[in-house]
């Protein structure tokens, strides 16, 4: 019969039968419609299909690819290793039986003996970094020519991004010589698929969604060693993966990276794609916001995290303040956009305000800042120190220096009254929040060692977290 095997099914041209499998895991229970063999056309012969038209099957059959794991029992609970297996089909007309049952038993050794991959015909699986979005099942991430002792053949893939080994074979290579070395072509495969719909404990259950879940009732629980593990699907913005992305964002909160206010809700949006390109960034892999195996593979390991030291001095009180910068005497005064605004009314702003340049703030539109006269030159050593120090590129944005005004929220001045504080990436290190960490950006935790040393002190600090914030504390001279 000369179609593929995605016409044949559309074409209801195909035999194919179910068997029951049952997977007992501690009190639960499983039953599961698994392949019994894998499809055939009306002449009995077995359809193969490629990597790609294995999924387009699995949409028409309403199945899921088998993983290893299911493989394994349903090659248990058949007859298929108390039977020969004798070939019928092209490629395997001539062969033995005896040489049929030796490579049958020596194929499906690959398949239950580890997590090989996905696919249905005991002997071939696939090496895959990934790239295939919705390919459950394990993949090898190896270079080598053998896996678990066996000599592999690389096989040529249809599918972009997707690698085929297959155990050597007289029957699939072509050569009656076990010893010679070839590259095996045909990267066709018979399909075993798993019916997506269930029971567990007796409720019907939709499979994908055990799949989806990682539940070990799919995918087994023996931990393999080397470098097989278990794949997920590939997840993007918009991910239908509702498991799989709350595992990974479970997996990003594990590590410090905030995920406020959503947490690990599901859903793939924009504040998890930049929270994937922060840890990407801080693992050094590509910056693409997307999951792959990679991403599972290096956050196994927590990242060092780095820490703000602690402070060598506290900030001011407000006695302190008035005693060192001048007392201040003010009506309050708010505006629709300033609630805290006052009017100082005892002539303090002539005595004290000076204009201070600032060379390094001049791209972001403050060239001059108006200051408190007994810290502008500590002020203009800071930003220079920060020149200096290659640290400038943390700078995002500036809002200001002297602002007569409240503390936000409170019934006092604020040292942007006195004009001995400023304010840097506000957007990422708003009051109340917990400030930018080391790799974020907008991040000015680089900076606080630095402005300490010139005696300003970190507004992160406060207990009413204001990590924008930095506020004069130590009079340099």
């Keep these: 019969m000369n179609k593929s095997i995605v016409q044949a099914i559309d074409d209801k041209d195909y035999s194919h039968e179910w068997m029951r499998v049952v997977i007992n895991q501690g009190s639960d229970e499983l039953v599961l419609l698994m392949s019994y063999d894998s499809l055939k056309d009306d002449e009995g012969v077995r359809l193969s299909c490629s990597p790609k038209e294995m999924q387009e099957c699995c949409e028409r059959l309403n199945a899921l690819p088998s993983t290893p794991f299911l493989l394994d029992h349903r090659f248990d609970q058949s007859c298929i290793k108390n039977e020969p297996q004798p070939k019928y089909y092209p490629g395997g007309v001539g062969m033995s039986e005896t040489l049929a049952v030796a490579e049958h038993s020596h194929r499906v050794d ?3 003996g580890g997590q090989t991959g996905s696919v249905g015909v005991p002997g071939k699986f696939w090496v895959a970094p990934l790239a295939v979005e919705n390919l459950y099942g394990g993949h090898v991430i190896t270079h080598e020519s053998t896996w678990k002792g066996i000599k592999m053949y690389p096989c040529v893939s249809g599918l972009e991004g997707l690698k085929v080994f297959q155990a050597r074979s007289s029957a699939h290579t072509g050569f009656n010589d076990l010893e010679v070395e070839g590259t095996h072509e045909d990267y066709m495969m018979g399909l075993v698929v798993v019916f997506r719909q269930g029971e567990l404990n007796g409720v019907e259950v939709d499979v994908k969604t055990l799949y989806d879940e990682g539940s070990s009732l799919v995918w087994g629980t023996e931990q393999f060693s080397g470098s097989i593990v278990a794949s997920a699907p590939i997840l ?13 964002q479970a997996r990003l909160i594990s590590l410090g990276i905030s995920l406020a206010p959503y947490g690990a809700d599901g859903d793939f949006g924009t504040l998890t794609e930049d929270k994937t390109e922060l840890i990407q960034k801080i693992y050094g892999l590509p910056e693409t916001g997307i999951v792959t195996h990679l991403e599972w593979e290096a956050t196994e390991t927590p990242f060092e995290r780095k820490t703000v030291p602690l402070a060598t001095f506290k900030p001011l009180t407000r ?9 201040i005497a003010f009506k309050h005064s708010p505006l629709d956009i300033n609630p805290e605004h006052i009017v100082i009314t005892n002539g303090w702003t002539q005595d004290h305000i000076i204009g201070v340049k600032i060379p390094q703030l001049k791209s972001l539109g403050y060239p001059t800042a108006y200051v408190h006269k007994l810290i502008a030159k500590q002020l203009k050593d800071f930003f220079q120190a920060l020149e200096d120090e290659e640290l400038l590129h943390y700078i995002k944005t500036c809002e200001g220096f002297w602002v007569p005004r409240l503390v936000r929220g409170r019934n006092y001045l604020s040292s942007h009254a006195h004009g001995t504080a400023f304010d840097i990436n506000y957007r990422w290190n708003q009051l109340g929040a917990n400030p930018a960490d080391w790799y974020e950006e907008g991040t000015v935790k680089p900076l606080v060692t630095v402005a300490e040393h010139y005696g300003f002190y970190w507004g992160g600090r406060f207990s009413r977290s204001d990590g924008n914030h930095f506020e004069a504390a130590i009079l340099k001279g």
């Design 110 to 112: 690959l398949v239950v």
């Design 236 to 248: 993007i913005k918009g991910s239908p993966h509702t498991a799989w992305v709350k595992s990974w």
């Design 319 to 327: 006695d302190q303040k008035q005693d060192k910068f001048g007392y």
